[in-house]
């Protein structure tokens, strides 16, 4: 497999697919495109992410979706049918934004309301609506207060309400949490992952943080440059990584240079940097002398054990920084001639390492993967 290129998702098409992307482009100039070729799917009831760092075409597509912005090639379909040029009132979508655009001059309940009057939804079926909304974000007492009378996660618990509340076939969410403090952002991930899965409606969500969309996501795609490098659930996403891009912006990771000496079953023998052979996932497309990164996630590498072991990756190296993080010890360890490899170990597992000390550490060559350089 050859794991640099972005993986092909044309025939990643869920049978009932809600959403669908075909061949979209986005330029704002006429000349570079901010998305490139997008084919995407998204189920009825999937909470999907679209993740990636700053400028990498999530939030552009997601606004496509949306109908804040208009593709410049390509069709995107919502329940089977074309909408990239129908306005965004036209699309039956409810959004939440990283501001919460909450009206400040009206109370909750007339926040939550807004798009029920828009809507032509007024008096006791609308009151009905509103409680029920509320009710489902546990806001329901607090329905005659202003916005400014709330803190920053009840406000975003009426923005969600708001989304809700006129029953939308799909919701939006553009980075919805990143205003929150840690503590207060985990609590609102459960709790809004919690609720898209008891009203099995279809939420696509942006963000740039990872540990977010691993906890939230049925699928994550990973954009960068303007493309998808991978779409897969968070389980295969962290520990199958397409390509190094991937590797290094899911989850901390190391990646060595390495070049292929041979493959032996499913497994691509690797010369390192300083000569030693390491044994890895991920090499049948290649032939010998080709480049490689190896990939290890930091977490996967632990204090070598006594005796030989067949199935296990041996390094030795010298410590370089120690740093104690209450469960784990964060290791960074010279090796390989001159690399520096991050290691977590258990803090019960853990001696009293120093800087300069000599020590040997291994991985299951299972854990080792061949990323194209």
């Avoid at 025939?11 to 570079?32: C, H, Q, T, W």
């Avoid at 503590?183 to 008891?198: A, H, N, T, V, W």
């Avoid at 290791?331 to 977590?344: H, I, K, N």
Wanted: net charge neutral; proline share 5%; hydrophobic share 45%.
């Amino acid at each position: 497999m050859n794991f640099s290129q972005p993986m092909s998702l044309a025939k990643d098409r869920p049978v009932d697919a809600l959403v669908r992307f075909e061949e979209v482009k986005k330029s704002y100039d006429g000349i570079n495109f901010v998305v490139k070729d997008l084919n995407l799917s998204v189920a009825r009831g999937e909470f999907l992410t679209m993740l990636g760092p700053s400028g990498s075409g999530k939030t552009t597509t997601l606004m496509m979706l949306g109908g804040f912005e208009r593709p410049t090639l390509g069709r995107i379909l919502l329940g089977g049918k074309p909408v990239e040029r129908l306005p965004p009132e036209k699309r039956n979508i409810g959004f939440v934004f990283q501001n919460y655009a909450l009206f400040p001059h009206m109370t909750v309940a007339e926040n939550v309301a807004f798009p029920l009057r828009y809507r032509g939804i007024t008096g006791a079926a609308a009151a009905a609506k509103v409680r029920e909304a509320l009710g489902r974000v546990s806001l329901e007492t607090l329905g005659d207060r202003r916005p400014a009378q709330l803190s920053g996660g009840q406000q975003q618990r009426v923005a969600l309400a708001r989304a809700l509340v006129f029953e939308p076939s799909l919701v939006l969410m553009d980075e919805p949490l990143g205003a929150l403090d840690k503590q207060l952002r985990e609590r609102m991930q459960i709790e809004i992952k919690q609720l898209q899965s008891s009203l099995g409606i279809t939420m696509v969500y942006v963000t740039h943080d990872q540990s977010e969309a691993l906890t939230m996501s049925d699928r994550i795609a990973v954009f960068h440059d303007g493309r998808i490098q991978q779409l897969a659930d968070p389980k295969t996403l962290y520990n199958e990584p397409a390509n190094r891009f991937v590797a290094s912006f899911i989850g901390e990771n190391n990646t060595l240079p390495c070049t292929l000496l041979a493959r032996e079953a499913n497994l691509g023998i690797v010369r390192m940097a300083d000569g030693s052979t390491f044994r890895a996932v991920g090499s049948a497309a290649a032939g010998a002398d080709a480049e490689f990164s190896l990939s290890v996630r930091p977490e996967n590498i632990a204090l070598a054990g006594k005796g030989a072991d067949a199935g296990l990756n041996r390094m030795t190296g010298t410590v370089r920084d120690v740093f104690f993080l209450g469960d784990h010890m964060r290791l960074s360890v010279e090796a390989f001639g001159g690399q520096l490899v991050t290691a977590r170990i258990p803090a019960r597992r853990a001696g009293p390492f120093v800087p300069g000390d000599a020590v040997t550490l291994e991985c299951n060559v299972w854990d080792c993967r061949l990323l194209e350089a």
